[in-house]
């Protein structure tokens, strides 16, 4: 643990929000990824099941509950109990995890879907994968939003006197960094 020095700001935190751009590379990783495994392999593979998706949207249903709610809490609105700081670090472990995950079957359900329609004209029984492969696409979406959402909803608002500290640091910023040009 890195302790500051007498007169200095402490450290900032080190986890940082979720990034759209490593969501979205990896969404379109794995795009690419199944588009060649689903290419090569589609002949040898069972039908899709209804699984993955049903729990995906499931998924996205209770973190979009957890993040009004948590929202609610933290932001102490009338009606609603302190939430426990520990919770929150679970439900931001849980929102991470959920975006990245969500983002990944995102890509394998994208790359999927970039396979079967195309072929659907060709083969026969890619009529029955594409009902799963558009749900699976939804819950991946649904799951990866829902996630991101938590994780907004977690964050905890700056206290007047933080609002104040930043304002003296040079540049005013909330990381401390250089103001202007280099």
């Known amino acids: 643990?890195?302790?500051?020095?007498?007169?200095?700001?402490p450290p900032e935190?080190?986890?940082?929000?979720t990034s759209l751009s490593t969501l979205c590379v990896a969404?379109?990783?794995?795009a690419a990824v199944a588009w060649l495994v689903i290419s090569n392999f589609y002949g040898e593979m069972p039908t899709l099941p209804w699984l993955p998706p049903l729990v995906m949207l499931g998924l996205a249903a209770v973190e979009a509950v957890l993040a009004q709610t948590t929202k609610a809490r933290i932001d102490r609105r009338e009606g609603t109990a302190p939430v426990n700081p520990l919770t929150v670090a679970w439900y931001v472990v849980l929102a991470k995890a959920s975006a990245l995950g969500?983002?990944?079957?995102?890509?394998v359900y994208a790359g999927l879907l970039a396979w079967l329609l195309p072929q659907r004209g060709q083969l026969t029984h890619i009529g029955r994968d594409l009902p799963q492969?558009?749900?699976g696409l939804v819950g991946a979406l649904?799951?990866?939003?829902a996630?991101?959402?938590?994780?907004r909803s977690c964050r905890?608002?700056?206290s007047p006197e933080d609002d104040q500290t930043r304002s003296d640091r040079p540049g005013g910023e909330r990381s401390g960094g250089r103001s202007g040009s280099a």
């Open 102 to 107: 969500g983002a990944l079957f995102t890509g």
């Open 13 to 17: 935190p080190r986890m940082r929000p």
């Open 156 to 158: 905890v608002p700056p």
């Open 133 to 135: 492969a558009i749900a």
């Open 147 to 151: 996630g991101l959402w938590l994780e």
């Open 142 to 145: 649904a799951l990866t939003l």
């Open 27 to 30: 969404a379109l990783a794995m």
């Open 1 to 9: 643990m890195t302790m500051s020095k007498p007169g200095e700001p």
